[in-house]
């Protein structure tokens, strides 16, 4: 990191007071409250990475050319800081989010956002609204963010970016314990093709998602489930969650990588598994096994995963031609003991023996 990438911070001139913070934090939901400041490096060609601030949240000027605005160069990130009981402030493996970061920039012709200088805004950011992140169950979800800035039309990597982080305090994804989500099977639309962008953490996929999950939302249905582009028969995953089944002989099944998002919670909860003894098998999986083996009692529990939610059992599944219960429509054994192993590693109520944990 050079010179110009120390950040330069200039504190909030009217913070929220701590008396309306705390009234905030009580009851935050998930991505509507926003702490007092922001993270913002630029780039250009010319300069590279420059311009390092930690300032107080504000909108963007931006050119109306700018190239994000008409052809989507953004990637995203997604993770959280933790307040421990002993009052730490932790980040969960936050250089797999670095790196994931990387990933979705080269698939988008963007900039490599060197580690040290993403992991240095997330903690600036952690260090100066570590009053915003609420403890108990909640945590500060930190949202790192790149765009294509450039005013131009011509279509062509930009040449200026920004890099961005902002920070949200939520609570419980799941307020008053997790309650199995239903799921609807979208026949008509699928979020990825192989060669497309569906590994790249990029906020167009999510664009492309959202008509699905209203229709999923129509009937009835929490989250929309995906399936493969090519042969519409290989379940894939959520619209931002990776998803797992669980067999009566014990072992876990779980889609492979390529066409979906590879979570880190998919990943830490196969270590976890693995690390318990339990087969996992990472290949693809039908939607007509899923069906026969829902049917039959094959498959005992499904679960979905991502950073917001952890981990959150499927119940029920919906689709064009009818419905069906995982299970008893219930969460299971297998899903309530993986996600209360992950929380607690996260919580630091289980000893992190991987070291996953970042202090902050
Ligand atoms: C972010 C995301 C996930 C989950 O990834 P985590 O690293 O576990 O939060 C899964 N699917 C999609 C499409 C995503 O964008």
């Given amino acids: 990191m050079g010179q110009e990438t120390r950040f330069t911070i200039t504190p909030h001139p009217s913070p929220v007071a701590a008396d309306e913070r705390a009234v905030l934090l009580e009851n935050p939901g998930f991505g509507r409250v926003f702490t007092d400041h922001m993270v913002t490096v630029k780039w250009t060609s010319d300069k590279g990475w420059h311009d390092a601030q930690v300032g107080a949240r504000r909108p963007f000027q931006l050119d109306p050319a700018a190239a994000v605005l008409h052809y989507a160069q953004e990637i995203f990130e997604g993770m959280k800081a933790y307040r421990l009981a002993d009052g730490s402030v932790t980040l969960f493996r936050p250089d797999e989010n670095a790196r994931r970061f990387n990933e979705s920039a080269a698939r988008m012709a963007m900039p490599d956002v060197p580690e040290e200088l993403f992991l240095a805004a997330i903690e600036s950011l952690v ?12 945590s500060l979800y930190l949202r790192p963010f790149m765009f294509a800035s ?39 639309y699928t979020r990825a093709a192989p060669g497309g962008t ?34 519409h028969r290989w379940v894939e995953e959520l619209g931002g969650m990776n998803i797992f089944f669980a067999m009566d002989d014990g072992s876990l099944v779980t889609p492979p990588l390529g066409t979906i998002l ?6 830490s909860l196969i270590t976890l598994a693995r690390d318990a003894g339990i087969v996992v098998q990472e290949q ?18 499904a679960f979905a995963c991502g950073t917001a939610a952890v981990v959150a059992a499927i119940g029920e599944v919906r689709h064009a031609g009818g419905s069906f219960l995982i299970g008893d429509g219930g969460t299971g054994p297998l899903t ?25």
Wanted: proline share 5%; charged share 25%; with cysteine.
């Fill in 127 to 138: 260090e100066i609204d570590r009053g915003w992140i609420p403890g108990g169950e909640g």
């Fill in 150 to 188: 450039e005013p131009f039309l011509g279509v062509r990597p930009a040449s200026e970016y920004i890099f961005c982080v902002i920070a949200c305090p939520v609570g419980a994804y799941f307020k008053g314990g997790a309650k199995p989500v239903t799921l609807w099977v979208s026949d008509d």
């Fill in 198 to 231: 569906g590994a790249a953490k990029c906020g167009g996929n999510y664009a492309a998602s959202l008509v699905a999950q209203a229709e999923a939302s129509r009937h009835g249905c929490d989250q929309v489930v995906f399936l493969d582009a090519a042969e």
């Fill in 262 to 267: 590879p979570g880190i919670t998919r990943k």
């Fill in 284 to 301: 693809p999986y039908s939607f007509d096994q899923w069906q026969a083996d829902a049917a039959s009692g094959r498959l005992r529990e």
């Fill in 336 to 360: 309530t003991r993986l996600r209360e192993e992950l929380v607690g590693i996260q919580r630091g109520t289980l000893a992190d023996t991987r070291g996953w944990l970042r202090r902050a």
